[in-house]
């Protein structure tokens, strides 16, 4: 079976396959949080942080990826993340090209193999991948050359997402260590939960889940290790939260008969401020995005000084452009 | 032409008194043993087993050979190919073809496509339903005067309680086992591997233990109040052969086989989402796997079958929850018995002839295989337990290379098969 080392420090990616020992220059894969040590999750932030001052500038730009080629092949609509990458790498001077593909590679006639090979096949020197099914990343990685970076691969991992929610954490905060975490919602469709669980764990963190029991199943107990724990109701996993996260409801979970309509998850599983109360007095709200008003999160918190759904956004440049930086070949902490 | 197989040592489960004696072929036929000692009749000609297993042929129950209909995954002559070289002298295909192999013309076809290929036999399994769509019920006494030995809807199981009943009824008329892939797809339909700890960390939907539990159950019951005899493909949890281990016990008349992935392997696999990984019933968590390796133990377990599933790569070269279900079989299926189970002393290599052999004849009313006695049809598969070799997909004779055991070591290795008295198969030395 193959696998994959994911060192950021050493620089040098590792692998049993042989024809990724052939690789002619040095890549870094970022397929999930999950592959990644503390040590290396704080690389990223701290790389991170030294990224941010670039976007304060008046002239937002800087010459380290001179040269490269970034290609965002986006096998799902997104606006935010693509332009949160497209940005990351124009910042650091990389030529970026997006692809959005609006279906998958069967509808194309073309395998997913060949895709990969194509666009390798024009040597770019990262690959940022999004796309509706999981493991995609992966597969990709196996055939590819250039470096890549998984932007979300379906229920699987978004390791940037959980990156910024760190950052945002870390700036709040000041620390993630000790921090009781609480993550409602959509838990077993969620991508966001996964790399956020894996993340906070690492670093130390104690991580509640709550929501439907339909969304919410109790083997997500077993997930990781330890620091992570299924909450019977909503009030359970917010009482004494330092940080809630609430996920996105997609519309489409009620037509599979996950919960009878929005009205009633607004009311039974909402983040409102009555119930953000059971939360610490200076408890942080984050959402990854579109949010639905008024369903997972009522506009009363949504837009209280304690959401701080835009400094995700803030910081999820500066955590790509420290992605696709190390992706490169750049390392830890440095920048230019 | 007389044929003696000697310096062997014959395992034959149905006549244990005769281990170890050389076996005499008369046009196709066994037509004597002889002691291991005594001298060739003269003018017979000799394969010299020195060292190695003699076993009446293995048969498995269920293959998917693709023709007519998906010759580029494989043929009835490439899969008989394969089969062969894996030890397997008779294989079961199951009706998926296209068209399904619902009535008399198409079971025909594929015999004769299987004598011209002149390797394995074909016994093939027809349809339960017209179309295997769940709805009317298909010929079957037809497709069995065709040579039909058993009905499956296989993948597409009769989700209809009432049509099962109804099937189960009319099939025992013709005294034809009804095949059953158990899988309750209003709790499996989207899932792509084992619902447990490493769907959720996979992100992968699941596929979860009980829709086969459900299913199995419910033909249990059917097979109890019909007298039918229920033969579950695949068993894959540990509710399944619970459920078996109880209806044996109550007498009902049920069997049940088991693929050597589903007793090697779990889901962890799954990990680096290989889509060589992927097949229903899925890989199963680590307590699945040791309830089927208790129930190859005690006896629940009737024999072990492929599933041989071959999918072209360009099928299976998609992202994980695309690409089709199935894996190959025929060619490591024995290896992979005498590495895991005999080798690891899960099994005597008695009990494996009867679970590759003996039973499968049985269940499938095979008569005159199954047995080396006098009389039976010289079907004969030679092993050789110690010997050490490496599985190269690269190298299969299937059409197909969708394994997930390519580059896997086994000790253990059919060396040669004989059917009918011929044979059809020999590993170079």
Redesign the interface.
Known sequence: ???FFFDWTAGIRACESSRMMEKPYRRRDLLGI?DLSAAEINGILDTAENFREINTREIKKVPALRGKTVINLFFENSTRTRTSFELAAKRLSADAVNISVSS???SKGE????TALNLDAMDPDCIVVR?G????P??LAKVSRAAVVNAG?????HPTQALLDAMTIREHKKKIEGLKVAIIGDI?HS?VA?SNIHLLTKLGASVKVAGPGTLV?N??Q??VEKNLEVCPHVEDALEGADVVMILRIQRERQDSAYFPTLREYSIHYGLTNDRLALATKDAIVLHPGPMNRGIEIASEVADSSRSLILDQVKYGVAVRMAVLYLATGGSIGTKE | MRLLIANGHLIDPAAPENTGMSVLIEDGKVSAWLKPNEAAPEGCEVFDAAGLLVAPGFIDLHVHLREPGQEHKETIASGCAAAVVGGWTSVCPMPNTNPVNDNAAITRYMIEQAERAGLANVFPIGAITKSSDGGELAEMGEMKAAGAVAVSDDGRPVPNAGIMRRAMQYAKDFDLPVVDHCEDKSLSSGGVMHEGRMSLLLGLKGMPALAEDIDVVRDIILAKETGAHIHIAHVSTKGAIEAVRRAKNEGINVTCEATPHHFTMTDKIVEGYDTNTKMAPPLRSEDHLEAIIEGIKDGTIDCIATDHAPHHADEKALEYDRAPFGITGLETAVGLALTELVHKGVISLERLVEMCSTNPAKIFNLNGRGTLKPGSIADITIIDPERVWTYRSTESRSKSKNSPFDGRTFTGQAVAAFVGGKLVHKTPE
């Open positions: 079976m193959p696998c999950r998958s590679s069967v395998t997913l193999v060949d796309h099914s999981a493991g995609v992966h597969q691969d379906g229920a699987n991992e077993i991508r996964r199943p083997d997500f077993h997930l």
